[in-house]
């Protein structure tokens, strides 16, 4: 896979039996395997930065806290 790989996703959103909505978003298959995830191992950290306006998407065995 290339470095830098750039798609358009579409977010889903699913509405509850009590009215509110809730948000997923489908991920390539082959990011997913680059990213050492599989159904064993399917943790990740979402990372939203606000002044960027862009979430990150780390694997959890990868991911250091400042608490560390």
Do not use: H
């Amino acid at each position: 896979m290339k470095n830098n790989n750039n798609r358009v996703l579409n977010i889903m959103f699913a509405k509850s039996g009590s009215g509110s909505y809730s948000s997923r978003i489908a991920l390539p298959k082959d990011w997913i395997n680059s990213m050492g995830l599989s159904l064993e191992n399917r943790q990740v950290v979402a990372i939203f930065d606000e002044e960027k306006n862009s979430i990150t998407i780390i694997p959890a065995y990868n991911f250091k806290t400042n608490k560390n």
